[in-house]
T-cell receptor
Framework: AQSVTQLDSQVPVFEEAPVELRCNYSSSVSVYLFWYVQYPNQGLQLLLKYLSGSTLVKGINGFEAEFNKSQTSFHLRKPSVHISDTAEYFCAVSTTNAGKSTFGDGTTLTVKP | EAQVTQNPRYLITVTGKKLTVTCSQNMNHEYMSWYRQDPGLGLRQIYYSMNVEVTDKGDVPEGYKVSRKEKRNFPLILESPSPNQTSLYFC??????????FGSGTRLTVV
């Protein structure tokens, strides 16, 4: 069994400020970790993924995430956000055969001018 | 263009009337999956498929059927829709370890 907990349902932040969206997971088997972004009235788009190797992964739009095995966390960060980053962000885990996937409930990031 | 295409985008139907939502991908991905998205509940996996003729239940399979007769297609069938199946549905496809590519979604309303 696997589960994902996104610790913040809403994160308001001012433009050009740093942001961290928190994600914890649990799984009894090896998993891959992902962050997706969903803009209003659109499907989900892959931001970044962790499969193995370096624990710091970089994605699109200046986002990065750090895998912490001991804390079973995969937090998403951006050093300076823009208005256009306003969206819903989902953390997800997949079994290593990419079949079974579990998503968190999502974090709404609102960037204010 | 690499994409996942699902149809229709919007659908209003009545309770009990069978419907099919189609999904097709042009990336030769092995894995395909259906999700429903409801406010405050994130995305929940309905069914997934690892390859042709290989499917398995996700977290919320009740009331849904799928088939994978061809690698590119993965239709979602609601044999007898009910109002609690009103939701936003997403189809997605993936190759191993690459994360899912999502379709644009189907907004289903069952009255």
């Amino acid at each position: 069994a696997q589960s994902v907990t996104q610790l913040d349902s809403q994160v308001p932040v001012f433009e050009e400020a740093p942001v961290e969206l928190r994600c914890n997971y649990s799984s009894s088997v090896s998993v891959y970790l992902f962050w997706y972004v969903q803009y209003p009235n659109q499907g989900l788009q892959l931001l970044l993924k962790y499969l193995s190797g370096s624990t710091l992964v970089k994605g699109i739009n200046g986002f990065e995430a750090e895998f912490n095995k001991s804390q079973t966390s995969f937090h998403l960060r951006k050093p300076s956000v823009h208005i256009s980053d306003t969206a819903e962000y989902f953390c997800a885990v997949s079994t290593t055969n990419a079949g079974k996937s579990t998503f968190g409930d999502g974090t709404t990031l609102t960037v204010k001018p | 263009e690499a994409q996942v295409t699902q149809n229709p985008r919007y659908l209003i139907t009545v309770t009990g009337k069978k419907l099919t939502v189609t999904c097709s991908q042009n990336m030769n991905h092995e894995y395909m999956s259906w999700y429903r998205q409801d406010p405050g509940l994130g995305l929940r996996q309905i069914y997934y498929s690892m390859n042709v003729e290989v499917t398995d239940k996700g977290d919320v399979p009740e009331g849904y059927k799928v088939s994978r007769k061809e690698k590119r297609n993965f239709p979602l069938i609601l044999e007898s829709p009910s109002p609690n199946q009103t939701s936003l549905y997403f189809c997605a496809s993936s190759s191993t370890g690459n994360g899912y590519t999502f379709g644009s979604g189907t907004r289903l309303t069952v009255v």
